[in-house]
């Protein structure tokens, strides 16, 4: 899942389980993946202030593209338009900062906030992996946070997915 709101991204896992169910197979949570832009630093002010100028710049700027971009001829199915059209979110360039974050757009704060909110995806939504767009604003900045999550937040869900530390590659718990 990409740039789409936490809720959506429970819906649409759930289904996933469900069509999976019907036809015999229980889907591995390695097989959920969410793509979101995370913004960890020493607070969760300074977290904010670094999202609000840089994880903005990818919804205002960076997806920036005319409506039928969005949803190309073919890219979904009659019924998934006709949702989509009658429950029409906003656009990437329409969200505000407290959207974002709200929505479940964006993961930014202290490394314990961070670790709570991905806990969301790990626990809740039996999410396996996760994929982040790190941006500090800088080369510098960006190593710093990546650094600061690795040591900071990352642990914490490796513990938990019984990744063999020797072998650096994760097993299902």
Same mark, same amino acid.
């Not at 993961?107 to 909110?117: F, L, N, Y």
């Not at 396996?128 to 080369?139: A, E």
């Given at each position: 899942?990409?740039? +789409?709101?936490?809720?959506?991204?429970?819906?649409?896992?759930?289904?996933?389980?469900? @069509?999976?169910?019907?036809?015999?197979?229980?889907?591995?949570?390695?097989?959920?993946?969410?793509?979101?832009?995370?913004?960890?630093?020493?607070?969760?002010?300074? @977290?904010?202030?670094?999202?609000?100028?840089?994880?903005?710049?990818? =919804?205002?700027?960076?997806?920036?593209?005319?409506?039928?971009?969005?949803?190309?001829?073919?890219?979904?199915?009659?019924?998934?338009?006709?949702?989509?059209?009658?429950?029409?979110?906003?656009?990437?360039?329409?969200?505000?900062?407290?959207?974002?974050?709200?929505?479940? =757009?964006?993961?930014?704060?202290?490394? @314990?906030?961070?670790?709570?909110?991905? *806990?969301?995806?790990?626990?809740?939504?039996?999410?396996?992996?996760?994929?982040?767009?790190?941006?500090?604003?800088?080369?510098?900045?960006?190593?710093?946070?990546?650094?600061?999550? @690795? *040591?900071?937040?990352?642990?914490?869900?490796?513990?938990?997915?019984?990744?063999?530390? +020797?072998?650096?590659?994760?097993?299902?718990?």
């Amino acid at each position: 899942m990409v740039f +789409t709101p936490i809720k959506r991204i429970a819906q649409i896992y759930a289904g996933y389980r469900e @069509a999976c169910e019907r036809h015999g197979y229980t889907a591995s949570r390695y097989q959920l993946t969410v793509n979101l832009p995370i913004v960890v630093a020493e607070t969760d002010a300074k @977290a904010e202030a670094i999202a609000r100028q840089n994880a903005l710049w990818v =919804y205002h700027v960076g997806l920036r593209m005319r409506s039928p971009f969005y949803q190309p001829p073919g890219y979904t199915t009659e019924p998934s338009l006709r949702r989509v059209l009658a429950n029409r979110p906003k656009l990437p360039t329409e969200l505000t900062f407290e959207d974002l974050e709200e929505g479940g =757009y964006i993961i930014c704060g202290s490394p @314990a906030t961070v670790r709570d909110k991905l *806990r969301v995806f790990a626990d809740e939504l039996q999410a396996g992996i996760v994929c982040s767009g790190m941006n500090g604003g800088s080369h510098e900045r960006t190593l710093e946070m990546m650094e600061l999550f @690795a *040591r900071e937040v990352m642990p914490h869900f490796r513990e938990d997915a019984g990744v063999d530390e +020797t072998a650096g590659v994760g097993r299902p718990a």
